[in-house]
């Protein structure tokens, strides 16, 4: 406890932006971004993505930023540690936990397929094939037993080694590396998208809205999308704004990395979109997307081995930034509140989840015909965490910092007690209380009519 006290923290805000930024940052943009743009029409679903991004997921980030760096706990410390009468609030902390504990199950399950992924490409299992056959090679492999197992867990192994060694020499050490190395992959794909013959029908897709595709469940998918994107509603941003230092400007390291996860996103689209239709695939594909499209258009490019390695490289490391903090999130809730040490926490929840996580991979297997509720394991938690906890999660921030914790505390630590100005402040508050709390539940409503 004292070692972790007295080491607690980033060194520095770049660290703190790039470690935030590496949690938002992942499978969310660059898998389930293009897909759920590509299945529901394009142009008019960014736009309302971008609005929910800036006006509602901004707001409730900074909210997790300032209740983490005020109370320098654990999402469960956190609230009894901002003043006793504010412990039955913990239960949004508990939820936050639950939330990890079940994202981060079937999260590793992709970032499995997408280590493979590195692999198949490399040694050429994709090259030279027709549509059909990558298809193929895609349902082989994710509907195998062993295979997909070993790569869940060599994903799992590879996020604790980094757990175990702590915030600074870990968390810190690593994304500063990997997200600049991220951003340099992504503009070369795109450089490489955009001279395809044909990429502007891509492009038009992509930036034309056509304000007639979009419906309640578009709307709402947009605002699901935004929520997984960003990591909020489930305390990993609680657990890393404890890690930023007390001089560090919240408002700016929100917007950076807000801004950061959507710049990421975009390339992603801009990567995908132009290249789908230069070579006449369909944007509407769903979640196969990246594994049953890309390595066609791969196939049909110059050194396209090479990109194909290039690319599932690059989405295993921005899932492995996410899962950092997915596991984070629950491993300083055993050392802060379980009093564990830090590698027995990760060893022992790093073992929970494969025996979850194992579960989820296998639904596309030999547990394929196995419903809870008329869904596989993967599907039931997928929707269970980003329709339902997320929200609600998000739901109870807001009103606690909008409503329940005092409106001068809240100014105060977005001001480092006045240090900084803070001309947004107004816009913030309003958002904070009245705006994403009812847009959250106008969400939560439609979720649960559908
Ligand atoms: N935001 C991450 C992504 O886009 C997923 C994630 C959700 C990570 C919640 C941590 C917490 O891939």
């Known amino acids: 406890m004292k070692d972790l006290d007295q080491k607690r923290g980033f060194t520095t805000s770049l660290g703190a932006i790039t470690a935030a930024a590496g949690s938002a940052i992942g499978l969310g943009n660059i898998w389930r971004f293009p897909y759920t743009l590509g299945q529901q029409g394009g142009g008019a679903f960014l736009l309302v993505y971008l609005l929910f991004v800036f006006a509602i997921g901004l707001p409730i980030m900074m909210s997790e930023f300032v209740i983490g760096r005020r109370s320098q706990r654990n999402t469960v410390g956190a609230f009894r540690t901002l003043g006793p009468a504010y412990r039955r609030w913990s239960f949004v902390g508990v939820l936050g936990i639950v939330a990890a ?29 027709t549509p059909q056959e990558v298809s193929q090679v895609f349902s082989t492999f994710t509907s195998g037993t062993w295979a997909p197992l070993l790569c869940q867990m060599v994903f799992l192994v ?18 500063k590396i990997l997200m600049p190395v991220l951003l340099a992959l992504m503009l070369l794909l795109c450089l490489r998208s955009l001279t395809l013959k044909g990429a502007s029908a891509g492009l038009s897709f992509l930036f034309k809205a056509d304000f007639s595709k979009l419906t309640g469940g578009s709307v709402l998918s947009a605002l699901g999308q935004a929520l ?13 704004g404890s890690y930023i230092r ?20 975009l390339l992603a689209g801009i990567a995908i979109f132009p290249a789908v239709f230069a070579f006449g695939l369909s944007p ?24 194909a390695v290039v690319f599932f490289l690059l989405l295993s490391i921005a899932a492995l930034t996410s899962t950092i903090s997915l596991l984070e999130i629950v491993v300083l809730w055993a050392v802060e509140e379980l009093h564990c040490k830090r590698t027995a926490a990760t060893l022992v929840v790093s073992l929970l989840i494969f025996g979850l996580g194992s579960l989820c991979t296998l639904s596309f297997g030999p547990l394929s015909g196995f419903h809870i509720a008329g869904y596989g394991v993967f599907d039931l938690l997928d929707r269970l965490t980003a329709t339902y906890m997320m929200p609600i999660g998000a739901l109870c921030l807001t009103l606690f910092l909008g409503w329940r914790y005092p409106k001068a505390e809240v100014r105060e630590e977005l001001t480092n007690n006045g240090k900084l100005k803070a001309g947004y402040f107004r816009v913030f508050y309003f958002s904070l209380r009245y705006l994403a709390p009812a847009a959250l539940v106008i969400v939560l409503i439609m979720g649960i009519l559908e």
């Open 284 to 307: 509407a594909s769903g979640p196969s997307l990246v594994y049953e499209v890309l390595p066609n258009v791969f196939n049909s490019m110059p050194m396209g081995r090479l990109f």
């Open 246 to 265: 007390k001089e560090d400007n919240l408002f700016k390291t929100g917007l950076c990395v807000a801004t950061a996860d959507t710049l990421i996103a």
């Open 101 to 129: 504990f079940l994202i981060y199950s079937f999260y590793s399950t992709v970032a499995g397929w997408t280590l493979n992924y590195v692999l198949l490409s490399s040694n050429g299992a994709l090259s030279g094939k």
């Open 228 to 240: 997984f994107s960003l990591s909020i509603g489930m305390g990993a941003l609680i657990t890393y």
């Open 158 to 175: 590879l996020t604790a080694a980094i757990i175990t060694m702590g915030v600074q020499k870990g968390i810190e050490r690593y994304t």
